[in-house]
T-cell receptor
Framework: SQQGEEDPQALSIQEGENATMNCSYK?????LQWYRQNSGRGLVHLIL?????REKHSGRLRVTLDTSKKSSSLLITASRAADTASYFC??????????FGDGTTLTVKP | GAVVSQHPSWVICKSGTSVKIECRSL??????MFWYRQFPKQSLMLMAT?????????EQGVEKDKFLINHASLTLSTLTVTSAHPEDSSFYIC?????????????FGPGTRLLVL
């Protein structure tokens, strides 16, 4: 079964609005990563946050990590139509492999 | 950034044939590569960990005799789907870690779409 669960499963917003996606996981992690996937394409790495970090920024992206709640959130500010994609969180454990959440499908309407 | 390529990008084959998918790290050496499978509108499921010079480690429920993995060099891992059937139709994605760099980031290939008729 998947390590992570994401919510919402689908999110539809207007261009310019902010989009927030959440990810929960079950076991201890070394780090958590967020990826983006356009329909039918490979994954693009967005941001990595280590287990001892609480917040990280990259451009319009803001990621938080709460290890006590075993959860993370991805905020995309001032969304654009080009942000339309599926977003996945993935957790890295000591085994060195990533386990993916179910993903959130984001639709940004122009 | 590091680049991982996959070949072919898509393949259509008849039921019963075998299909080989290549995964290459183009500008770094990858002692470990990973193979994932993704069904439509679903997440990525790890199939196996490919280790250079040794046997692959398969996840529970993945048939090692059906999905043959060979990691013959530090830049190439291959996945062979043997005797493919329609239920094997899926999107196969490989990834590799660049331990020469941050080491923590996985770089993903663009994926191979397999359709078995």
């Amino acid at each position: 079964s998947q390590q992570g669960e994401e919510d919402p499963q689908a999110l539809s917003i207007q261009e310019g609005e902010n989009a927030t996606m959440n990810c929960s996981y079950k076991t201890s992690i070394n780090n958590l990563q967020w990826y983006r996937q356009n329909s039918g394409r490979g994954l693009v790495h967005l941001i990595l946050i280590r287990s001892n970090e609480r917040e990280k920024h990259s451009g319009r992206l803001r990621v938080t990590l709460d290890t006590s709640k075993k959860s993370s959130s991805l905020l995309i500010t001032a969304s654009r139509a080009a942000d339309t994609a599926s977003y996945f969180c993935a957790t890295d454990t000591n085994a060195g492999k990533s386990t993916f959440g179910d993903g959130t499908t984001l639709t940004v309407k122009p | 950034g590091a680049v991982v390529s996959q070949h072919p990008s898509w393949v259509i084959c008849k039921s019963g044939t075998s299909v080989k998918i290549e995964c290459r790290s183009l500008d770094f050496q990858a002692t470990t590569m990973f193979w994932y499978r993704q069904f439509p509108k679903q997440s990525l499921m790890l199939m196996a960990t490919s280790n250079e010079g040794s046997k692959a480690t398969y996840e529970q429920g993945v048939e090692k005799d059906k999905f043959l993995i060979n990691h013959a060099s530090l830049t190439l891992s291959t996945l062979t789907v043997t005797s493919a059937h329609p239920e094997d139709s899926s999107f196969y994605i490989c990834s590799a870690r660049d331990f020469g760099g941050l080491g923590e980031t996985q770089y993903f290939g663009p994926g191979t779409r397999l359709l078995v008729l």
